[in-house]
């Protein structure tokens, strides 16, 4: 079984990853790398630009949907299963293959607060 853990890689985290390890899962912690060297963990960062169809946006904007909206009209905003897929491409790699960062964005976004081109 393939095990993601989202919490630091101290404290909890590294309680929890130990725990899985120990157990003969594959651990794929996003955390501190360096802190697991040596125990076969792999540790990926998956950094997404402008996404949209997703709770966040919700809570982003107090509520607002109309706001939310606005914000992502014609920008071909990257959608959660975009990050799923990848996280789950990063899991599926045989266990000798780390992934550090993925950085991804959707065609339509420029790299940091630049603009994004709307159809």
Do not use: C
């Not at 982003?60 to 990257?78: D, P, W």
């Amino acid at each position: 079984m393939r095990i993601l853990v989202t919490a630091a890689t101290s404290g909890l985290g590294a309680a929890i990853t130990r725990m899985f390890v120990s157990n003969g899962h594959r651990v794929i912690a996003a955390g501190r790398r360096a802190d697991l060297i040596g125990t076969g963990v792999r540790v990926s960062t998956i950094e997404p630009g402008l996404v949209g169809g997703s709770e966040f946006l919700t809570i982003r904007f107090g509520g607002e949907l109309t706001l939310a909206n606005k914000l992502y009209e014609g920008a071909n905003a990257l959608m959660p299963d975009d990050i799923a897929e990848t996280v789950k491409w990063v899991s599926l790699l045989p266990s000798h293959i780390n992934i550090n960062t993925i950085e991804m964005m959707p065609v339509s976004q420029s790299f940091g607060s630049l603009p994004v081109q709307r159809s």
